[in-house]
């Protein structure tokens, strides 16, 4: 019988290397038992089928569907404002991940749209301050840097946890809010 990690490790896709400062291409982990581990369940051919083919797909898919995402991102509003607010994407990420990091006890990093000025800027916020309401800025991004939003998996590593964060944000949402407050 395969033990709970085993069966857990079998469903993670591994990152390998990545573009845009946090984009990282999935590649398909191995199974951490045999294909024949579970006959005469299930058959060896079966599990290599779906494990080397089906699996494999779903990878692949992933994969692609990222890509051109990431194209739509690069050509997009949100990705020059960025350019032109903060030099690159790069200085961008770096910028508010150190004031993220620099958050005194619970709180958020941000990036805010100023209407009147047009332009991107990122603040912080302590414990729950609205952003909207303590500085003027339109919340585009939100980084939840409050223990409870990392502890069990980070520990007290904050800067670990902002590492990791860039390559679960969710670009499309942060693009809609940026051309809706443009408006």
Excluded at 66 to 94: C, H, P
Excluded at 105 to 124: T, Y
Excluded at 128 to 143: A, E, K, M
Aim: aromatic share 10%; glycine share 8%; hydrophobic share 35%.
């Amino acid at each position: 019988m395969l033990s709970r990690a085993a069966r857990s490790a079998s469903r993670t896709l591994v990152p390998a290397s990545g573009s845009l400062g946090s984009r990282q291409k999935h590649s398909l982990p191995d199974l951490p038992y045999d294909y024949g581990a579970l006959e005469p369940h299930i058959s060896a051919q079966i599990m290599q089928l779906h494990h080397s083919k089906h699996h494999a797909t779903y990878v692949n898919n992933l994969n692609a569907v990222e890509e051109k995402y990431l194209e739509a991102l690069e050509k997009g509003e949100l990705l020059e404002a960025i350019k032109r607010d903060f030099g690159s994407f790069d200085k961008f990420k770096e910028k508010l991940t150190t004031v993220s990091v620099g958050v005194q006890g619970s709180g958020w990093g941000w990036l805010g749209f100023d209407k009147e000025q047009g332009r991107l800027q990122i603040a912080a916020c302590s414990n729950q301050d609205p952003l909207q309401g303590t500085t003027g800025l339109i919340p585009l991004l939100g980084i939840d840097v409050w223990e409870h939003a990392y502890y069990l998996q980070y520990k007290n590593v904050r800067p670990d946890y902002l590492k990791a964060i860039w390559n679960v944000i969710n670009w499309e949402n942060v693009t809609e809010r940026y051309m809706a407050c443009k408006k």
